[in-house]
Nanobody, 129 residues
Framework: QVQLVESGGGLVEPGGSLRISCAASSGLLDGYTIAWFRQAPGKEREGVSCVSAADGSTHYSDPVKGRFTIFRDPYDNTAFLQMNGLKIEDTGVYYC??????????????????????WGQGTRVTVYS
């Protein structure tokens, strides 16, 4: 069983940067695919980024491609989402999720085809002008 805790959200102006973290408070993230999702007010949850446990490949949704970077620190048992060039439309609650089902891939997780097994409680990111 993995328990995930996000942190690092906050207020930022457009064009600014934030790095949010996803730490495993229990269990290990080794062998898990890690993904970030977000939910804006009044909108459905959407997949943002994912790093595959199988080969370490990273995946991004089109709105964040080129601005966000997902990476993981296996020694700290933590995953991160570096967000640069933030836009107002990036505002929302960001959730990290983990899964180790071997038959599914990042595209399926991000697209909502398959739900991930473990979720954090979310961290709020607000981009305002």
């Amino acid at each position: 069983q993995v328990q995930l805790v996000e942190s690092g959200g906050g207020l930022v102006e457009p064009g600014g940067s934030l790095r949010i973290s996803c730490a495993a408070s229990s269990g290990l993230l080794d062998g898990y695919t890690i993904a970030w999702f977000r939910q804006a007010p009044g909108k459905e949850r959407e997949g943002v980024s994912c790093v595959s446990a199988a080969d370490g490949s990273t995946h991004y949704s089109d709105p964040v491609k080129g601005r966000f970077t997902i990476f993981r620190d296996p020694y700290d048992n933590t995953a991160f989402l570096q967000m640069n060039g933030l836009k107002i439309e990036d505002t929302g609650v960001y959730y990290c999720a983990a899964d180790r089902k071997p038959d599914y891939h990042c595209a399926q997780f991000l697209g909502g085809v398959v739900d991930m097994d473990y979720w954090g409680q979310g961290t709020r990111v607000t981009v305002y002008s």
